[in-house]
């Protein structure tokens, strides 16, 4: 495979760039009800089901990373759990169309046998269905991989981007690889999709949260880059890229939003007061887009900004 040749930029050198581009932006908070006092973000864009706007979200303490994902559905602009519908214990629900199925995914946490309030590892697991109410689980990724994403390709293939740490990926590195079947999807086809590189200099991180098939072909990909400060502070943007699947040629990342783009308010800790998670992008049409993410692990909100995909299908 041959890839594009790229200067790999940090996340300060993207930021300089993003600050230097001025664009107009609409900013919404959602509001949710039904879920006590608990929080809910890192949400999913909406999508249309059976005559209603969904979305998911993640449902937790302020005080605790043990989490539900929920569906919602919208009332007079709250959102409210879906009746009769199952939740999930997972964290960071993402969502996706392949031949007609919903596939839902999410990552559970597994704690430590001696104490049960440590998480140690956690495994995305994969659900598939053609109704909300009868999803059922078809795979799980390999420990401690997060961001493994899936899209139905222009001629009905299953491209799939992975997120491997460690010896393989460091802090977190792309993966991609292409599949015929769902039933392919194994532990295995995860660990063996082949590097993106060129994207993340060692000390930071990044990975998928949304793949877009494009008109020409192409995948554009939603996703974050993030980075530690000196005082070990997380910093959290949302990004894009577009790939060629047949040979993985990819664009340079740009960073389409960050935590600056929304009002000031609460966070779960103060390490990640600088963090916003890509859920979900929406296009419009009319060369804008809404994006929505989850804002310092605490609320969640939609962006309205330029479309970020429409240079890549020129």
């Given at each position: ?25 609409k900013v ?87 104490n049960p ?186 962006i309205e ?10």
């Open positions: 495979m041959t890839r594009k040749a790229a200067q790999v930029e940090t996340c300060k050198q993207l930021l300089d760039t993003f600050y230097a581009n001025p664009r107009i932006t919404e908070k959602l509001t949710f009800s039904g879920v006590g006092n608990r929080d809910v973000y890192n949400i999913t864009a909406p999508f249309q089901y059976d005559g209603e706007e969904v979305l998911l979200g993640r449902v937790e303490e302020r005080d605790s990373e043990f989490s539900q994902v929920f569906f919602f559905t919208c009332d007079n602009q709250v959102w409210s759990p879906r009746m009769h519908t199952h939740t999930y214990n997972l964290q960071d629900p993402c969502t996706t169309i392949i031949k007609g199925e919903l596939i839902v995914g999410g990552v559970e946490v597994f704690t430590a046998a001696d309030g440590k998480i140690v590892s956690w495994v995305t697991q994969f659900y598939r269905g053609f109704q909300i109410d009868s999803l059922c689980h078809f795979s799980s990724g390999p420990g401690t991989m997060k961001d493994i994403r899936l899209i139905e390709l222009m001629d009905g293939r299953i491209g799939i981007f992975t997120r491997p740490q460690g010896a393989k990926g460091g802090r977190g590195q792309i993966g991609f690889t292409i599949i015929d079947s769902l039933d392919e999807l194994d532990e295995q086809t995860f660990i063996d999709a082949e590097m993106l590189g060129n994207q993340f200099v060692p000390e930071e991180w990044g990975g998928a949260n949304e793949a877009h098939l494009l008109s020409n072909g192409h995948v554009g990909v939603l996703g974050h880059i993030a980075c530690f400060d000196l005082s070990g502070n997380k910093h959290y943007y949302s990004m894009v890229f577009s790939i060629d699947p047949e040979t993985c040629e990819k664009t340079p990342l740009k960073i389409i939003a960050a935590r600056s783009d929304f009002p000031i308010g609460p966070g779960k800790r103060p390490d990640l007061e600088d963090v916003i998670f890509s859920g979900g992008l929406i296009r419009s049409g009319h060369g804008r887009a809404v994006l929505s993410v989850g804002v310092s692990d605490a609320e969640a909100y939609q900004i330029p479309d970020p995909f429409v240079e890549y299908e020129s």
